[in-house]
């Protein structure tokens, strides 16, 4: 079973940056889409953004685009979530997660980090 392993999160003035890391356990094919979504206290889970192994395909939700950016690393097996311009809507618990190429729902998902943003 891959594994998926965030790092990355903590506390930041609103205005500032953070990388998020996701480092996967294996590549294989369970892991052909990688994808970052997040949870505020007392909301739905989200999808924040998504990028594909193969071809560097991404995806920003619109309350993201221009501030965060989904890259990887093949070498490392891990995907990053730079964020910058935080906002304090921002805060709230990131997961990394994982599907496959053709699949509709992501199935692997890591175990969060939280970011926290003040005003």
């Known amino acids: 079973q891959v594994q998926l392993v965030e790092s990355g999160g903590g506390l930041v003035q609103a205005g500032g940056s953070l990388r998020l890391s996701c480092a996967t356990s294996?590549?294989?094919?369970?892991?052909?889409?990688m994808g970052w979504f997040r949870q505020a206290p007392g909301k739905e889970r989200e999808f924040v953004a998504r990028?594909?192994?193969?071809?560097?395909?991404?995806n920003y939700a619109d309350s993201v685009k221009g501030r965060f950016t989904i890259s990887r690393d093949n070498a490392k097996n891990t995907v990053y979530l730079q964020m910058n311009s935080l906002k304090p809507e921002d805060t709230a618990v990131y997961y990394c997660?994982?599907?496959?190429?053709?699949?509709?729902?992501?199935?692997?998902w890591g175990q969060g980090t939280q970011v926290t943003v003040s005003s």
């Open positions: 294996a590549r294989t094919s369970s892991t052909n889409v």
């Open positions: 997660a994982a599907r496959r190429i053709f699949d509709r729902d992501f199935n692997l």
């Open positions: 990028i594909t192994w193969s071809s560097g395909n991404t």
